[in-house]
């Protein structure tokens, strides 16, 4: 069974553009968990999920540091404080969205989106065509009702 065999094709999608509060009232209104952010080709450049929102109201992770002769040594590295600070203050799809967006072809088998799946630890998968243009997507709902189908 492929990816074009089980995915919704009639997926939502939104542009970068597109404002956080704009975001959460597609996702409450559709009843969706997240959303493909692409560009004006259909290409996926990212994808906006709850955990991206929510991402909003929490804290950044100062990242831990030594001081040492008068410096400042950081223990973990700064990119994940950037990351959420980034998060904090975004307003638009673009600035808030996860990058990359892993993505399948239509042609990948459903062992190929389950692996995807688990390995990166992503409760939806967009289904690209061979242009790369977005036409559907693959929730773990749907992986579990292929398996029901088999």
Known sequence: ML????????????DGDMSVEEIAKI??????SG??????KKQVIGIVTEADLLSKEKEPRFPSYIEFLGSIIYIEGVKQYEEDLKKLVASKAKEIMTTPAHTVEENATIEEVAALMVEKRINRVPVVNTKGELVGIISRADMLKSLLNQ
Do not use: Q, T, Y
């Not at 990816?3 to 939104?14: C, P, Q, R």
């Not at 996702?27 to 969706?32: Q, Y």
């Not at 959303?35 to 004006?40: L, N």
């Open 3 to 14: 990816a074009k065999d089980i995915m919704e094709k009639a997926v939502i999608s939104i």
């Open 27 to 32: 996702l409450m209104k559709n009843k969706i």
């Open 35 to 40: 959303v493909p952010v692409v560009d004006e």
